[in-house]
């Protein structure tokens, strides 16, 4: 079975602080993706990446930059957090087969007061 | 822009009552749709990928069907347990996914 990390479940951030969110995969995907959901907005992709060191801007990458350093591992940062960055955050990964299927972790919901 | 409206927003059932989830989509070369189920406070958990016109798939309750331009996910009897929002989300011409606002179905016993 694909298994998807994320470091924290729970993350509570005050306003300007730097905040690192970790997602790690166990199935040596080449694709990663960090989504936000909000309530009646449902998924949207922040960034991406199909490879160690690239990164692709998603639909609302302001506020957020990425890092992947290693295949397994894929970090969102958010350089100075902001209450409107209150979310719940998913990582998920996907190999780059015909199946192209996308694999979620558990999420991170993150209060910024 | 690839484009996913899911419906209803949310749909209340008894037990053993058979219904459907629809979900609209526009898309520049459809290279899948996925349907995933969604438990409060978790990570959405794929279902099915469908890829072509007349495709179907089932898990156990759950039946999955795709048309051109819509997708249909058959509840067949639901318990309970299927409580959960299922989103629907496209593949175009590359590796992103667009997800529907989902449907929350609470089936009462």
Same mark, same amino acid.
């Given at each position: 079975d694909v298994k998807v990390t994320q470091s924290s479940r729970y993350l509570v951030k005050r306003t300007g602080e730097k905040v690192f969110l970790e997602c790690v995969q166990d199935? /040596?995907?080449e694709n990663m993706f960090w989504y936000r959901q909000d309530p009646g907005l449902g998924l949207r992709l922040i960034y991406f990446s199909y490879d160690v060191k690239m990164k692709e801007k998603g639909d609302i990458p302001e506020g957020y930059s990425v890092s992947r350093e290693k295949k397994e591992r894929f970090s969102l940062i958010l350089e100075s957090a902001s209450t409107n960055q209150t979310s719940m955050y998913l990582c998920a990964s996907s190999s780059r +087969?015909? +199946? /192209?299927t996308q694999y979620f972790g558990p999420g991170t919901r993150l209060t910024v007061l | 822009e690839d484009q996913v409206t899911q419906s209803p927003e949310a749909l209340r059932l008894q037990e053993g009552e058979s219904s459907s989830l629809n979900c609209s989509y526009t898309v520049s070369g459809l290279r899948g749709l996925f349907w995933y189920r969604q438990d409060p406070g978790k990570g959405p958990e794929f279902l099915f990928t469908l890829y072509s016109a007349g495709e179907e798939k089932e898990k156990e309750r759950l039946k999955a069907t795709l048309t051109k331009k819509e997708s249909f996910l058959h509840i067949t009897? #639901?318990? #309970?347990?299927?409580s959960a929002t299922y989103l629907c989300a496209v593949r175009g011409g590359d590796y992103k996914l667009s997800f529907g606002a989902g449907t929350t179905v609470t089936v009462r016993a």
């Amino acid at each position: 079975d694909v298994k998807v990390t994320q470091s924290s479940r729970y993350l509570v951030k005050r306003t300007g602080e730097k905040v690192f969110l970790e997602c790690v995969q166990d199935m /040596d995907h080449e694709n990663m993706f960090w989504y936000r959901q909000d309530p009646g907005l449902g998924l949207r992709l922040i960034y991406f990446s199909y490879d160690v060191k690239m990164k692709e801007k998603g639909d609302i990458p302001e506020g957020y930059s990425v890092s992947r350093e290693k295949k397994e591992r894929f970090s969102l940062i958010l350089e100075s957090a902001s209450t409107n960055q209150t979310s719940m955050y998913l990582c998920a990964s996907s190999s780059r +087969t015909s +199946t /192209d299927t996308q694999y979620f972790g558990p999420g991170t919901r993150l209060t910024v007061l | 822009e690839d484009q996913v409206t899911q419906s209803p927003e949310a749909l209340r059932l008894q037990e053993g009552e058979s219904s459907s989830l629809n979900c609209s989509y526009t898309v520049s070369g459809l290279r899948g749709l996925f349907w995933y189920r969604q438990d409060p406070g978790k990570g959405p958990e794929f279902l099915f990928t469908l890829y072509s016109a007349g495709e179907e798939k089932e898990k156990e309750r759950l039946k999955a069907t795709l048309t051109k331009k819509e997708s249909f996910l058959h509840i067949t009897a #639901p318990k #309970p347990e299927d409580s959960a929002t299922y989103l629907c989300a496209v593949r175009g011409g590359d590796y992103k996914l667009s997800f529907g606002a989902g449907t929350t179905v609470t089936v009462r016993a």
